[in-house]
């Protein structure tokens, strides 16, 4: 560009415009034009690996239609009430593809089966449970969050109950294409606002969705877990500042101050919005 005086080819392309690593962005690229990549001599095991994560990535997005269809059918009833108390409207939930677990032992299950996946594929991707010969359902009676990688894959789900039941939320455990240390929730949308210069880091799901649905639209949350230096490096990419926005308790609070220095260690502006006690985000907007 004799402008700018910005120069490369379609592999630097890509990595700036989608802030992508260059092993990301070779991959990424090959999956467009269907070419075979040439093999890792680093990992005896590529082509093999790469297919157990694209089926986990197929069966969760299977899952994922499934669980959004039963939030508009008659047993998905309570979970859509919940939902629209939240001040939730149909397109929100479409775009963060809000769904519904049954209150079913194995409605997933026998869906997936149906599908044509076996109970091993299943488990693999966290879905389903063996415990003494039984296979069950991991999620029951939840209202579903599906959680995307920064490309736009389904790499997993956190599920909230509707009772007062615990615990309160629940992750898919770590499988072989998720590891809720080094993912954070919505980043595959945020990522992709024009000049974005700043996340709202909050602490879950709701929050993230309502914030959304309130018009802050650059709001991101981590997995359940404190933030780790694995995330703060991922946000990293898109932004340089982020804003704290946790919880008004104790519990926000001390979260808070060890987010500061993950942030600032990792070389981010680090800025925290104070709520009073007893306030979160969703609730302040």
Not at 31 to 50: A, C, F, G, M
Not at 168 to 178: G, P, R
Not at 272 to 281: A, Q
């Amino acid at each position: 560009c004799f402008g700018c005086h910005e120069s490369g080819n379609a592999i630097s392309f890509v990595m700036k415009i989608d802030k992508l690593t260059f092993p990301e962005t070779i991959e990424r690229l090959a999956q467009r034009v269907s070419l075979p990549l040439p093999k890792n001599t680093s990992d005896k095991n590529y082509e093999e690996n790469k297919k157990r994560r694209e089926k986990i990535y197929e069966i969760n997005k299977k899952a994922g239609l499934f669980y959004y269809k039963n939030l508009y059918e008659e047993d998905g009833k309570e979970a859509l009430d919940y939902l629209y108390k939240r001040e939730l409207n149909d397109k929100t939930i479409k775009k963060f593809g809000v769904g519904y677990a049954k209150d079913s032992w194995d409605s997933l299950l026998n869906f997936l089966k149906a599908e044509g996946y076996s109970a091993p594929q299943i488990k693999d991707a966290g879905l389903c449970s063996i415990k003494n010969e039984n296979i069950y359902d991991s999620f029951r009676n939840r209202v579903m969050f599906p959680i995307f990688n920064i490309f736009g894959d389904v790499i997993g789900f956190g599920g909230r109950v509707l009772d007062d039941s615990m615990p309160k939320y629940l992750n898919t455990s770590d499988t072989f294409a998720f590891n809720k240390r080094k993912n954070v929730y919505s980043l595959n949308f945020v990522k992709s606002i024009k000049r974005i210069q700043s996340v709202v880091l909050v602490e879950g799901y709701m929050d993230v969705i309502s914030l959304y649905s309130k018009g802050i639209f650059n709001s991101v949350a981590t997995l359940g877990t404190a933030l780790t230096k694995e995330q703060a490096l991922l946000i990293k990419r898109y932004v340089p500042r982020v804003y704290i926005a946790y919880d008004g308790d104790k519990a926000g609070q001390n979260a808070t101050l060890k987010s500061i220095d993950i942030l600032e260690n990792t070389d981010l502006s680090a800025k925290v919005i104070k709520f009073n006690e007893g306030f979160d985000p969703d609730e302040f907007i």
